[in-house]
């Protein structure tokens, strides 16, 4: 079974501070998965790579393969990104496994 | 587009009770997932369904079944109730994997609260 582990389990941030929320996983993996649980309770997907690194506005995902971890990080950090961020790795087939999330919070 | 949709939001039952959780997707994708989210815990897969008509179990089916009828709507019973199974429940949806796309994409639902007394 590939366990995932993300850390901090919690955080808590000034707004505008850079957030690194790291994420790291047993064995290999076919993807890894960023997704943002809202606080009304709605999983959304933010990010899914396999190499490299992705982009997306303020977030940038990286992944290590060798090293088997990958890091979400968001930078100028506001309000609205206080959420929990969830990371997922996929093995074999379309199955998820699922870290326990991290907690943000950004204090204005 | 609706997205992946499900019924009820909140619920509160009794020991013992039966129910039904709907999950509906309008995406037409193949793959559905019933996962359950308790705290200090990630989200685990209780069952997931490949296609119309298949269903599999996943890390915790114990307690539940499941049925896929038509392939919009997958559908998570609870035949007797118990406090374990006390948590949120999410759908997800996804296309298939194929060569071109080794990855996918899982689509969730917006949860239905449980509470068992």
């Known amino acids: 079974k590939n366990e995932v582990e993300q850390s901090p389990q919690n955080l808590t941030a000034q707004e505008g501070e850079f957030i690194t929320i790291n994420c790291s996983y047993s064995?290999?993996?076919?993807?890894l998965h960023w997704l943002q649980q809202h606080p009304g309770g709605g999983i959304v997907s933010l990010f899914m790579?396999?190499?490299g690194k992705k982009k997306h506005g303020r977030l940038i995902a990286t992944i290590n393969i060798q090293e088997k971890h990958s890091s979400l990080h968001i930078t100028a950090s506001h309000p609205r990104d206080s959420a929990v961020y969830i990371c997922?790795?996929?093995?074999?087939?379309?199955?998820?496994?699922f870290g326990t999330g991290t907690s943000l919070t950004v204090i204005p | 587009n609706a997205g992946v949709t499900q019924t009820p939001k909140f619920r509160v039952l009794k020991t013992g009770q039966s129910m039904t959780l709907l999950c509906a997707q309008d995406?037409?994708?193949?793959?559905m997932y019933w996962y359950r989210q308790d705290p200090g815990m990630g989200l685990r897969l209780i069952h997931y369904?490949?296609?119309?008509?298949?269903?599999a179990k996943g890390e915790v089916p114990d307690g539940y079944n499941v049925s896929r009828l038509k392939k919009q709507n997958f559908l998570l019973g609870l035949e007797s109730a118990a406090p374990s199974q006390t948590s949120v429940y999410f759908c997800?949806?996804?296309?298939?994997?194929?060569?071109?796309?080794?990855?996918?994409?899982?689509?969730f639902g917006p949860g239905t609260r449980l509470t068992v007394l």
């Open positions: 997800a949806s996804s296309s298939p994997i194929r060569l071109s796309t080794p990855y996918n994409e899982q689509f």
């Open positions: 064995v290999g993996i076919s993807a």
């Open positions: 790579l396999s190499s």
């Open positions: 997922a790795v996929t093995w074999t087939g379309n199955q998820f496994y």
């Open positions: 995406m037409n994708h193949e793959y």
């Open positions: 369904s490949v296609g119309e008509g298949t269903t």
